[in-house]
């Protein structure tokens, strides 16, 4: 996910290179970007435990209901909105207001989350977490430091993305158990491709329009959340392929 930043930095690219104060400018603003996706992950964590916690003192069939409730649907499909408030009206909204909308997204987003303490043990959540965090981070790693332009992976990796999201809806109805776990399978693949191919994107953004001040900002916030989702929705399949349904 991404800001247009052709019109608001294009007096940016007319200033002298300047490689040394350029680089030491990447290092920091991808630093900028991965504190704030690993913030919004442990806000996420946080809020997923206490929240499971809380209403893990609810009979059962409370648990459930809850679960299956329109107020669990209103928290679930809230973030959705917040994206798209983000996204488009990205250059109307100041870099603070972007900050404290991606908490809030970060926030709903652990609400969502709880529900897999429900549904996994302890262990499979905590063993693909770090297979997850693993993949990640050498997927990322990659992304990052490859000469190889991953541009043309774009495309592909969003047609696939549109294909897992039908094949699921439609699995709704079918509840195959084969068609998740090739939708799992795939997915995995889709969201480890994107996590290079969006490493390498914030990286190019940067490099191309130095960005500055509150646009920086903006821009970080932005890519933080890419990552973000790169990172859930990959522990979301491999915790739907190697863990153990209770």
Same mark, same amino acid.
């Given at each position: 996910m991404a800001i247009d930043f052709r019109n608001m930095a294009a007096s940016a690219t007319a200033r002298?290179?300047?490689?040394?104060? $350029?680089?030491?400018?990447?290092? =920091?603003?991808m630093l900028? &970007?991965?504190?704030y996706m690993g913030s919004g992950l442990l806000l996420?964590? $946080?809020?997923?435990?206490?929240?499971?916690?809380?209403?893990?003192?609810?009979?059962? +069939? +409370?648990?459930?209901?809850?679960?299956? !409730?329109g107020l669990y649907m209103i928290a679930a499909f809230a973030p959705i909105g917040i994206l798209l408030l983000m996204s488009f009206a990205s250059k109307r909204l100041s870099a603070t207001a972007m900050q404290g909308l991606y908490w809030v997204f970060t926030a709903l %987003?652990?609400?969502?989350? !709880?529900?897999?303490?429900?549904?996994?043990?302890m262990g499979d959540i905590t063993r693909v977490f770090f297979i997850t965090a693993i993949t990640f981070g050498a997927m990322s790693l990659w992304g990052y430091t490859t000469k190889r332009d991953l541009s043309g992976w774009g495309s592909f990796l969003f047609m696939g993305l549109i294909g897992i999201i039908v094949a699921s809806i439609v699995n709704i109805f079918m509840q195959s158990t084969m068609m998740h776990f090739v939708i799992s399978v795939i997915g995995v693949l889709v969201f480890t491709g994107l996590t290079a191919y969006d490493t390498q994107r914030i990286k =190019? +953004?940067?490099v191309t329009y130095? %960005?500055?001040?509150? $646009?920086?900002?903006?821009?970080? &916030? %932005?890519?933080?959340? !890419?990552?973000?989702?790169?990172?859930?929705?990959?522990?979301?399949? @491999? @915790?739907?392929?190697?863990?153990?349904? +209770?």
């Open positions: 002298p290179v300047d490689q040394a104060a $350029i680089d030491q400018g990447l290092r =920091s603003y900028r &970007v991965f504190n996420s964590g $946080i809020v997923a435990v206490a929240f499971a916690q809380w209403i893990g003192t609810s009979p059962r +069939e +409370e648990i459930v209901a809850f679960y299956s !409730s %987003m652990g609400v969502s989350l !709880s529900s897999v303490f429900f549904r996994y043990g =190019s +953004e940067f130095r %960005m500055e001040g509150g $646009i920086a900002t903006k821009s970080a &916030v %932005m890519g933080a959340v !890419s990552l973000y989702l790169n990172f859930l929705n990959l522990f979301y399949l @491999l @915790l739907a392929l190697f863990g153990n349904r +209770e």
